[in-house]
């Protein structure tokens, strides 16, 4: 069972030991293992302090989860060294990880690996070295073999890793000394990064201000304002950058040789301090909150006030204000000493999104989005345990981040997918993260969206969160027209992907000086099929989710439930024959054709090609919203958070894709695509249209997003889903099988699942079934479902997943061991 002590193999006799310590490793088992603690050890360890130790004949770093004098009945073997002097975990996140480990049925160690950042986690580093004293052997290596033994046994402490790097050509050479007992491999913690140094001017006079009085008489205004900050900016970074922030123009380089001269200032290596981003800080621009903010804000207000845990969900159109909301949230933290954590989908962690942060907020803020650098990503962490900072912007992994004194989570946007991590382990939802991490600190959680999640909005329902409503935007714009275009009318008057109305509107709109965003989203995963004559997608006729293609073996299949059939020959729907297509294009593709169809107009493209480059997606926003570019073409990165005042025609070129999602989230998805989308028009002055292509105008989706319904389209898609059994009704469990041989996988898949079946739980099981892609990367994939109750507790996971685990291990077929099994559940 879980949380219970496992041996660690040993023969030794630990018997002096007193104190024992538990202590979770980086691998996927469901125990802690338990270690004696020297006396000098006891003295120091405490939980959240990493340790190194042995297991398995290697060492390994671990984490000290638990200190305890509860001898174990079993021997154990001592902690080599304690890694820390201070925990790393304090004792609330240590929780959190806690509950995870055991909500999301994983290693205790795969938690806390996913939440600390390197440098502060559990890499170890393997050193190489040559083993001396062994001339024969030497004698009996070929030239590149002396070769690299000589320069190894020159080395001191080359790292595994960069060996292998340096002789990449000669691997084999390099191999074969290994081979040969010539080289000895060791394992080291990779612990802090070495921090980064800069060179600083120090203060060390202690009387800074006769020093003051001195120099600042006769001299002017501003040279005292520079005066002071240079005072209050101690260590001071020496390069030139830092120096013009701190001083425009007044206090020379001169001024402080000067100093230095005097022995007032010296000049030092210091730990460098993050770089600053560049944005305005004016903490007195806030914006009077309008009557409909305040009021949400108010209500907020009165749980961080009285300190205490509160869920809600903001539920407000776009453009309403949420960000306004959430920035006068965070100030009254900030009053109250406490601190703030926001979290945005990576892709809206734009400097649009940050800027106005930034303007309220300066230097509080640290930023954490997946292209920091490991060094950089330190830092954030390091300022953010010093205190330095306080109020954290980051993506989904920064619901870990170490905020002293929590007061305020906001989860923006938080129907988005990218708050659920499915790979690697351990598969979470930073959503249901963040709740219990503001339960934990006693903090009041924002879940703030224009289109919340189905699961959200039942929740609230039943009274889990409560719910609060942004109706207007701010600006008194209005709610952009949505225009649907049938694309099965439209079929003989399309102008490339463009059908006549949508295109006239891009021709004026630019022609006016306006720009355009078109939305070519493609689903690069599955294939669907589609009816060019009236739109109908088959569907399974099991599991209402739409059926993938499969080329090789032309057939359309459900990856629930493993329903297959041929493609058929004409569409059921409306009998046309040969109307069912293989549908999606690249957006590269409609880039080319827009550039034919529209010569004179400058199209910009944005998708994962294009965006790939460290900036680029912020180079081509940036570029864009000043104007050089028309026509902004792209796939679902262009839905998300932009703000363009000048925007006003917005198209979404098909509006179907979405439902390719083999799913029974697609209509939800496909909603708040549209609706996300289609609020980037007319967000200023200027009234905004939006086109949406189609060959399915009657699909709730579109039906409801045309008149901005969100409310009707969820009551619509909840209905739909309560009979089936989907999530909001029930949380999904979800047993992945990968493995490379065929039969194998088959029969792992289908033991497991009969277990699943077995455990009589009541709950529905499907499948086994082949995966939505069967074979990726040279392995068979298969999934198998189970449909949990909504409500079900961490115990009852565990217990459930525990089970299934214990009885696949006792009767484990033929090949398991080359099948890989994961369990993750989701109620997204
Ligand atoms: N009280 C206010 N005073 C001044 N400007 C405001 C106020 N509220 C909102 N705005 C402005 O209105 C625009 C939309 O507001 P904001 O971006 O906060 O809305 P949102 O609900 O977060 O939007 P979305 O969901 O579309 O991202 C912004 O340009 C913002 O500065
Ligand atoms: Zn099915």
Request: include cysteine; charged fraction near 25%; charge should be positive.
């Given at each position: 069972m879980s949380g219970k002590p496992h041996s660690t193999p040993t023969n030794e006799a630990a018997d002096g030991f007193r104190h024992f310590a538990d202590i979770a490793l980086p691998i996927a088992v469901r125990e802690v293992f338990t270690y004696a603690l020297s006396g000098t050890h006891a003295a120091v360890v405490q939980p959240g302090m990493r340790v190194w130790v042995p297991l398995k004949g290697r060492m390994n770093i671990g984490m000290v989860v638990k200190v305890h004098q509860n001898k174990p009945a079993f021997k154990t073997r001592p902690v080599a060294r304690v890694l820390d002097r201070e925990p790393v975990l304090d004792p609330e996140l240590l929780r959190l990880t806690e509950w995870m480990y055991r909500f999301y049925v994983c290693g205790w160690g795969e938690v806390i690996q996913a939440a600390l950042p390197a440098g502060l986690n559990f890499s170890a580093k393997t050193f190489v070295r040559a083993v001396p004293q062994k001339e024969d052997a030497v004698v009996a290596l070929n030239r590149q073999e002396k070769l690299i033994y000589a320069e190894i046994s020159g080395e001191k402490r080359l790292s595994w890793r960069e060996a292998r790097q340096r002789w990449a050509n000669e691997e084999r050479a390099l191999s074969s000394v290994k081979q040969k007992g010539l080289l000895q491999l060791w394992d080291e913690p990779a612990l802090d990064l070495q921090p980064r140094t800069e060179l600083c001017w120090v203060w060390q006079n202690p009387q800074r201000e006769t020093l003051t009085e001195r120099l600042v008489s006769g001299k002017t205004k501003k040279w005292e304002q520079a005066w002071q900050l240079l005072l209050e900016t101690d260590p001071l970074p020496a390069t030139t950058a830092a120096l013009t922030v701190a001083m425009p123009e007044t206090i020379t380089p001169y001024t402080l040789k000067r100093l230095e001269q005097e022995g007032v200032l010296t000049r030092e290596e210091r730990e460098a301090r993050l770089p600053e981003p560049a944005f305005a800080y004016r903490p007195e621009h806030i914006s009077a909150l309008n009557p409909e903010q305040h009021e949400v804000t108010a209500t907020l207000l009165k749980p961080l006030h009285a300190r205490t845990y509160a869920k809600f969900l903001l539920f407000g159109?776009?453009?309403?204000g949420k960000t306004e909301v959430y920035i006068h949230l965070i100030k009254e933290a900030l009053e109250q000493g406490r601190g703030a954590l926001v979290l945005v989908p990576e892709i809206a962690l734009t400097p649009q999104t940050v800027r106005r942060f930034y303007l309220i907020f300066g230097r509080k803020i640290a930023i954490l989005h997946s292209r920091l650098s490991d060094r950089e990503r330190y830092e954030a962490w390091q300022a953010l345990r010093r205190g330095e900072k306080n109020i954290v912007i980051g993506a989904r992994s920064a619901v870990f981040a170490p905020i002293e004194k929590l007061g305020v989570i906001i989860i923006d946007e938080?129907?988005?997918?990218?708050?659920?991590?499915?790979?690697?382990?351990?598969?979470?939802?930073a959503r249901e993260v963040a709740a219990m991490r503001a339960h934990k600190a006693g903090a009041v959680l924002v879940m703030g969206s224009a289109t919340p999640s189905l699961v959200s909005l039942v929740e609230s329902g039943r009274g889990k969160s409560q719910l609060l409503k942004l109706s207007a935007r701010h600006t008194g714009a209005q709610m952009p027209e949505v225009k649907v275009l049938n694309l099965t009318e439209y079929r003989y008057a399309m102008n490339g992907p463009l059908a006549v109305p949508l295109f006239r509107a891009v021709e004026e709109a630019v022609g006016r000086g306006e720009q355009v965003i078109l939305l070519y989203n493609r689903r690069g995963f599955a294939s669907f099929m589609q009816c060019e004559a009236c739109g109908d997608v088959p569907e399974c006729p099991h599991c209402s989710v739409s059926l993938t293609y499969h080329k090789a073996q032309q057939h359309l299949r459900c990856h629930y439930c493993g329903f297959a059939r041929s493609v058929p020959g004409s569409c059921h729907a409306c009998g046309e024959t040969g109307g069912l297509k293989m549908q999606g294009s690249g957006t590269q593709q409609v880039e080319e054709e827009l550039e034919k169809l529209f010569p004179k107009f400058r199209v910009m493209r944005m998708d994962q090609d294009t965006t790939s480059r460290k900036n680029a997606h912020d180079q081509l926003l940036t570029a864009f919203g000043r104007g050089e570019a028309d026509i902004l073409i792209g796939t679902q990165?262009?839905?998300?958070g932009l703000d363009f005042p000048n925007v006003t025609v917005v198209g979404v070129v098909n509006a179907d894709t979405e439902l390719a999602f083999p799913s029974y989230r697609s209509n939800e998805r496909m909603y708040q695509l549209l609706s996300q989308v289609a609020g980037r028009s007319g967000r200023a002055a200027k009234k905004g249209v939006v086109y949406l292509q189609t060959r399915q105008p009657d699909h709730v989706s579109v039906r409801f997003a045309k008149n901005h319904d969100y409310e009707g389209f969820a009551r619509a898609e909840l209905a739909g889903r309560k009979p089936l059994l989907y999530p909001p009704y029930a949380r999904l469990l979800q047993a992945a099988f990968r493995g490379q041989d065929a039969t194998y996988t088959r029969r792992a898949a289908e033991q497991f699942t009969a277990i699943m079946k077995q455990a009589q739980t009541g709950w529905p099981v499907l499948g086994p079934a082949p995966d939505a892609i069967e074979r990726m990367k040279d392995e068979f994939r298969w999934i198998t479902l189970m449909k949990l109750p909504a409500g079900i507790t961490t115990a009852q996971l565990e217990k459930i997943c525990d089970y299934f685990w214990k009885w696949y291990e006792k009767t484990k077929p033929e090949g398991a061991s080359t099948v890989r099994i994961t369990l993750n559940h989701e109620m997204l």
């Amino acid at each position: 069972m879980s949380g219970k002590p496992h041996s660690t193999p040993t023969n030794e006799a630990a018997d002096g030991f007193r104190h024992f310590a538990d202590i979770a490793l980086p691998i996927a088992v469901r125990e802690v293992f338990t270690y004696a603690l020297s006396g000098t050890h006891a003295a120091v360890v405490q939980p959240g302090m990493r340790v190194w130790v042995p297991l398995k004949g290697r060492m390994n770093i671990g984490m000290v989860v638990k200190v305890h004098q509860n001898k174990p009945a079993f021997k154990t073997r001592p902690v080599a060294r304690v890694l820390d002097r201070e925990p790393v975990l304090d004792p609330e996140l240590l929780r959190l990880t806690e509950w995870m480990y055991r909500f999301y049925v994983c290693g205790w160690g795969e938690v806390i690996q996913a939440a600390l950042p390197a440098g502060l986690n559990f890499s170890a580093k393997t050193f190489v070295r040559a083993v001396p004293q062994k001339e024969d052997a030497v004698v009996a290596l070929n030239r590149q073999e002396k070769l690299i033994y000589a320069e190894i046994s020159g080395e001191k402490r080359l790292s595994w890793r960069e060996a292998r790097q340096r002789w990449a050509n000669e691997e084999r050479a390099l191999s074969s000394v290994k081979q040969k007992g010539l080289l000895q491999l060791w394992d080291e913690p990779a612990l802090d990064l070495q921090p980064r140094t800069e060179l600083c001017w120090v203060w060390q006079n202690p009387q800074r201000e006769t020093l003051t009085e001195r120099l600042v008489s006769g001299k002017t205004k501003k040279w005292e304002q520079a005066w002071q900050l240079l005072l209050e900016t101690d260590p001071l970074p020496a390069t030139t950058a830092a120096l013009t922030v701190a001083m425009p123009e007044t206090i020379t380089p001169y001024t402080l040789k000067r100093l230095e001269q005097e022995g007032v200032l010296t000049r030092e290596e210091r730990e460098a301090r993050l770089p600053e981003p560049a944005f305005a800080y004016r903490p007195e621009h806030i914006s009077a909150l309008n009557p409909e903010q305040h009021e949400v804000t108010a209500t907020l207000l009165k749980p961080l006030h009285a300190r205490t845990y509160a869920k809600f969900l903001l539920f407000g159109v776009t453009g309403s204000g949420k960000t306004e909301v959430y920035i006068h949230l965070i100030k009254e933290a900030l009053e109250q000493g406490r601190g703030a954590l926001v979290l945005v989908p990576e892709i809206a962690l734009t400097p649009q999104t940050v800027r106005r942060f930034y303007l309220i907020f300066g230097r509080k803020i640290a930023i954490l989005h997946s292209r920091l650098s490991d060094r950089e990503r330190y830092e954030a962490w390091q300022a953010l345990r010093r205190g330095e900072k306080n109020i954290v912007i980051g993506a989904r992994s920064a619901v870990f981040a170490p905020i002293e004194k929590l007061g305020v989570i906001i989860i923006d946007e938080e129907h988005d997918t990218s708050y659920y991590q499915t790979d690697p382990a351990p598969r979470y939802h930073a959503r249901e993260v963040a709740a219990m991490r503001a339960h934990k600190a006693g903090a009041v959680l924002v879940m703030g969206s224009a289109t919340p999640s189905l699961v959200s909005l039942v929740e609230s329902g039943r009274g889990k969160s409560q719910l609060l409503k942004l109706s207007a935007r701010h600006t008194g714009a209005q709610m952009p027209e949505v225009k649907v275009l049938n694309l099965t009318e439209y079929r003989y008057a399309m102008n490339g992907p463009l059908a006549v109305p949508l295109f006239r509107a891009v021709e004026e709109a630019v022609g006016r000086g306006e720009q355009v965003i078109l939305l070519y989203n493609r689903r690069g995963f599955a294939s669907f099929m589609q009816c060019e004559a009236c739109g109908d997608v088959p569907e399974c006729p099991h599991c209402s989710v739409s059926l993938t293609y499969h080329k090789a073996q032309q057939h359309l299949r459900c990856h629930y439930c493993g329903f297959a059939r041929s493609v058929p020959g004409s569409c059921h729907a409306c009998g046309e024959t040969g109307g069912l297509k293989m549908q999606g294009s690249g957006t590269q593709q409609v880039e080319e054709e827009l550039e034919k169809l529209f010569p004179k107009f400058r199209v910009m493209r944005m998708d994962q090609d294009t965006t790939s480059r460290k900036n680029a997606h912020d180079q081509l926003l940036t570029a864009f919203g000043r104007g050089e570019a028309d026509i902004l073409i792209g796939t679902q990165l262009v839905a998300k958070g932009l703000d363009f005042p000048n925007v006003t025609v917005v198209g979404v070129v098909n509006a179907d894709t979405e439902l390719a999602f083999p799913s029974y989230r697609s209509n939800e998805r496909m909603y708040q695509l549209l609706s996300q989308v289609a609020g980037r028009s007319g967000r200023a002055a200027k009234k905004g249209v939006v086109y949406l292509q189609t060959r399915q105008p009657d699909h709730v989706s579109v039906r409801f997003a045309k008149n901005h319904d969100y409310e009707g389209f969820a009551r619509a898609e909840l209905a739909g889903r309560k009979p089936l059994l989907y999530p909001p009704y029930a949380r999904l469990l979800q047993a992945a099988f990968r493995g490379q041989d065929a039969t194998y996988t088959r029969r792992a898949a289908e033991q497991f699942t009969a277990i699943m079946k077995q455990a009589q739980t009541g709950w529905p099981v499907l499948g086994p079934a082949p995966d939505a892609i069967e074979r990726m990367k040279d392995e068979f994939r298969w999934i198998t479902l189970m449909k949990l109750p909504a409500g079900i507790t961490t115990a009852q996971l565990e217990k459930i997943c525990d089970y299934f685990w214990k009885w696949y291990e006792k009767t484990k077929p033929e090949g398991a061991s080359t099948v890989r099994i994961t369990l993750n559940h989701e109620m997204l």
